[in-house]
């Protein structure tokens, strides 16, 4: 081994923020109770041009230990875009990308590092939620993956291994879908089919409390999430298998949906309708679940 492969980080933590200054101190804060200055964890903080005194908060930390890196964009280059620059910044071996309103529960920074110690040969790894005991399933393939992480869909539950992404040709391919890191995970099983899902109590009841907005749900939660299954049709994914998730994503989509309009998160459902005819009208099921999404949908009244 070379210095400079004895130096890599195991893991980087790698964070993309932007005018969430109070969400990403607690966010900090709770990585560094938990992994203090450990030179095999890598956190990275890329700021996006942000207004508030983000840098501010970063700078404190900087000033307490070694293993954080900051970056800041000379302009706001949009969300979608800082996700793939803090990708292409991190230096560790794997990557967890972290959002900066998510806390984890104690010690499972500790989990993660065991994880990727002993199951090398994944490219891919997935944190779930699970009230239960701790849980570590390996499996292989789009499909078993699919079921095993609940579609994949949570950005912090992603954990990939940085020298395969940098590999992957087209990163780019559905970045404006807001699911491109599904696309990623996917792409990423194409070349090596193998990974493993770590399943335990992961967050703090707080994670996730800045919320989310400023997308139609029902434009990412179905056509953008089908757009990037069937583009794997006969390429990790057979027909038949596609079928499977394509019912099996709404038991997650409807109560996905039901949640964010119980939580008042700014979200639109412009043309919920349309969308769900154009791609579940041939299936038999469609008439029962578009009336239980219309039912869904007028809930929404602010």
């Known amino acids: 081994m070379t210095e400079e492969i004895k ?10 923020t932007y005018n969430r200054s109070m969400f990403l101190n607690k966010c900090l804060e709770n990585i560094y109770t938990q992994i203090g200055d450990d030179p095999s964890v890598e956190v990275l903080v890329c700021n996006n041009c942000s207004l508030d005194n983000t840098e501010e908060i970063v700078e404190m930390y900087k000033k307490i230990y070694k293993n954080i890196i900051y970056f800041k964009n000379e302009s706001n280059i949009g969300v979608s875009r800082n996700i793939q620059k803090v990708l292409e910044l991190s ?13 984890f529960n104690e010690g499972i920074y500790r989990e993660i590092i065991k994880m990727i110690a002993s199951n090398r040969d994944c490219d891919l790894m997935y944190l779930k939620m699970n009230p239960n005991d701790l849980i570590l399933r390996r499996g292989k393939g789009m499909s078993s993956y699919q079921i095993d992480s609940g579609t994949g869909g949570w950005i ?13 040709q087209e990163k780019e ?8 890191h599904i696309y990623i995970q996917l792409e990423l099983l194409r070349t090596n089919p193998n990974y493993c899902v770590l399943s335990t109590n992961i ?31 006969n390429n990790g994914l057979t027909e038949e298998e596609l079928e499977y998730h394509k019912r099996a994503s709404l038991d997650i989509t409807f109560p996905l949906i ?4 119980q939580s008042r998160f700014p979200i639109t459902m ?9 791609y579940y009208s041939e299936e038999p099921y469609f008439d029962t679940k578009l009336a239980e999404l219309k039912g869904i949908v007028a809930l929404k009244v602010y």
Do not use: C
């Open 270 to 278: 412009d043309g919920a309708a349309e969308i769900f005819t154009e």
């Open 203 to 233: 967050n703090r009841a707080d994670t996730g409390s800045a919320g989310a907005g400023g997308y139609n749900i029902i434009e990412v939660a179905i056509k953008n999430y089908l757009d990037i299954l069937y583009s794997f049709k």
């Open 156 to 168: 912090t539950g992603m954990i990939i291994n940085n020298d395969a992404y940098k590999k992957i």
């Open 258 to 261: 039901y949640w964010i309009i």
């Open 91 to 103: 230096n560790g071996e794997y990557i967890n990308l972290h959002g900066d309103d998510d806390y």
């Open 7 to 16: 130096k890599r980080p195991i893991l980087t933590i790698a964070i993309p």
């Open 173 to 180: 391919k559905f970045l404006y879908s807001n699911l491109n």
